[in-house]
């Protein structure tokens, strides 16, 4: 396997080698897989300000419209959409309904962020019989707005996930059941990879960025009954995306705001938040 060393970084000429500060990728993405594929422009950064009235504060509405943010300000989304599965906060929609809802939201946020202003939805697939892959719906409405795509991280929920005992055919080839304890979270990134942090403070630790860039994560769940919600994420998710993807005193959007978590970590984290939630008792 051809391995090239000098004081200036690495080249290599087959995918995997390791070695990878400062590392020279130009001949990769110059292949012709990437023939055709957005990644990403030179644009002229923007940012404007959102009112002061509007800052901290979430607001009882369908985030298809959020008025309150121009275009151009925002640092980061962090969101978990309702999965439309009869929850007591569900519409019951049918799957093309609940996509249309989901790309009205995509469409909104894209406006709304900066350039460079990162995306992250945290998703979990449904069913079995058939499985409804819901993470694979949202990369291809999210790529045809025109995000780029980060990546993705699996939420890995180990011991506290869901107890289900529905294996299907016990001990027999016939039809075993899958029982999923992970979670996705979606990555991207409006216009460009990079954004401006000029002027910015950083607040991530070098232990927490090393941990936090790989693309498994595991910590426990939280009780949705301890929370006062159907299906709440830990603060730690949130806190994590936050400390990874955005500067003090940045702005961050939760569209789908539930039990406020998002919100909360920001407030903690030194950051800026606005919500959105169709539900007043959740609001309050």
């Known amino acids: 396997m051809a391995y090239r060393r000098n004081k200036i970084g690495t080249s290599t000429s087959s995918f995997g080698v390791p ?6 990728s130009s001949k ?8 055709g594929l957005d990644k990403g422009k030179k644009i002229k950064y923007i940012e404007n300000k ?29 969101t978990s959409p309702p999965y439309n599965v009869s929850k007591q906060y569900d519409d019951d929609l049918t799957l093309e309904e609940y996509l249309k809802l989901l790309r009205n939201v995509w469409e909104e946020t894209y406006r709304v962020l900066v350039p460079g202003g990162r995306a992250c939805i945290n998703i979990a697939n449904l069913g079995r019989k058939p499985y409804i892959p819901i993470h694979a719906y949202i990369v291809e409405d999210m790529q045809k707005i025109g995000f780029l795509m980060r990546g993705e991280i699996i939420w890995n929920k180990a011991s506290s996930a869901s107890p289900s005992t529905a ?25 460009t ?11 991530i630790k ?22 006062g919600h159907p299906a709440p994420f830990p603060e730690e998710l949130p806190h994590r995306l ?32 606005v919500g959105y939630d169709i539900d007043s008792s959740y609001v309050n």
């Open 206 to 227: 070098k232990e927490e960025f090393l941990e936090w860039t790989k693309s498994v994560w595991t910590f426990p769940a939280v009780s949705a009954r301890k929370i």
């Open 19 to 24: 070695g990878r500060i400062n590392h020279d």
């Open 193 to 203: 990879y990079s954004r401006s942090g000029k002027g910015k403070k950083n607040s």
């Open 242 to 273: 936050i400390q990874l993807y955005t500067f003090k005193d940045d702005v961050i959007l939760d569209s789908f705001v539930g039990s406020g978590t998002t919100c909360i970590s920001a407030f903690r984290d030194k950051r800026n938040y």
């Open 50 to 78: 959102i009112e002061e009235k509007f800052l901290n504060q979430i607001f009882c509405k369908s985030s298809e419209h959020m008025d309150e943010l121009p275009d151009n300000s925002v640092h980061l989304m962090v």
């Open 28 to 35: 990769f993405y110059d292949s012709r897989l990437y023939e």
């Open 167 to 191: 294996w299907g055919s016990w001990l027999s080839a016939a039809n075993p059941v899958l029982r999923d304890i992970h979670e996705y979270i979606l990555i991207y990134s409006k216009d």
